[in-house]
C-alpha cells in the first residue's frame, strides 16, 4: 500500500496548473507595449529626418570671408527682373564661398555676432544676400536698426524675377556665395565678429567662423 499516493497526486495536479488568466493578461500587455517601444525606436532612426536629427556643421560648410565694399552697381531689393549685387553701394561687406554643402536654402538661418557673443546691431541697410555664380540674387533678408543682425526665419525673399526661381527647398550647393552687408561704409575689420550658421528644418546646432 502506498501510503504517499494521494500526496504525490495532489503535487502533480499543483505542478500542472498554469499562470491565472489576469497574469497572464497582464503579461502580455507588457510585452506589447515593449515590443511597440522597440518598434518606434527602430522606424524613428530609420526616418531621422526629423527636426533638429542633423548637424549642421557636418552639412555646410563657408569658406573664410574677404572684406571688401559694396560697388556702385549693386543692390539690395529683389526686383521683377534679375539684379546683382545684393548689397547697398558703398556699404563695408564680406563675402563668402559655399565650400560644402547638402542643405536646402532653408535649412540655414545666418548671425553675426560680437566678440562678447551678442547679436552685432544693424542698422536699414544691413543685409545676407545668396548669389548665383551670375552674381545675381537668389535669396536675401535686410535688417532694420532694432531687429538684430539675426534671421528668426528664412530668407525673407527669393529671386530671380517676381515669381521667383528659387525657394526654401532649393539646393544651396558650393555654386553659391553668401554677401554681408554690414550696414554702413565704416570697417569693422578686427574687431572681433563672427559669422555664425545655425541649422533648422531638420538640422541643429551651429558652425562659425570669425570675420577679418
Known amino acids: 500500500m502506498n501510503v504517499f499516493g494521494k500526496n504525490e497526486r ?8 498554469g499562470v491565472s488568466p489576469i497574469i497572464a493578461t497582464i503579461l502580455l500587455v507588457a ?3 515593449v515590443l511597440a517601444a522597440v518598434l518606434y ?3 524613428s532612426g530609420l526616418t531621422s529626418g526629423g527636426v533638429g536629427s542633423k548637424p549642421i556643421g557636418s552639412a555646410f560648410t563657408a569658406g573664410n570671408p574677404i572684406a571688401s565694399t559694396c560697388t556702385s552697381t549693386s543692390a539690395q531689393t529683389i526686383a521683377a527682373a534679375a539684379i546683382t549685387g545684393g548689397c547697398k553701394s558703398g556699404d563695408f561687406i564680406y563675402t ?3 565650400e560644402s554643402s547638402t542643405v536646402n536654402f532653408g535649412s540655414v538661418l ?3 555676432k560680437t566678440a562678447a557673443g551678442t547679436i552685432a546691431t544693424s542698422t536699414v541697410s544691413a543685409s545676407f544676400a545668396v548669389l548665383n555664380i551670375a552674381q545675381q540674387v537668389c535669396a536675401i533678408s535686410v535688417f532694420t536698426a532694432t531687429s538684430g543682425f539675426a534671421m528668426s526665419s528664412t530668407w ?3 529671386g530671380l524675377t517676381t515669381t521667383p526661381t528659387f525657394s526654401s527647398s532649393s539646393p544651396l550647393t558650393g555654386l553659391y556665395t553668401i554677401v554681408i552687408d554690414m550696414g554702413s561704409a565704416t570697417a569693422t575689420t578686427g574687431t572681433g565678429l563672427t559669422f555664425v550658421t545655425l541649422g533648422t528644418g531638420g538640422y541643429s ?7 577679418p
Open 156 to 158: 525673407a525673399n527669393y
Open 110 to 112: 545666418f548671425e553675426v
Open 205 to 211: 546646432g551651429t558652425t562659425s567662423l570669425s570675420l
Open 41 to 43: 525606436v527602430l522606424i
Open 96 to 98: 563668402l564661398t559655399v
Open 10 to 17: 495532489s503535487w502533480r495536479k499543483a505542478r500542472k496548473r
Open 31 to 33: 510585452i506589447t507595449v
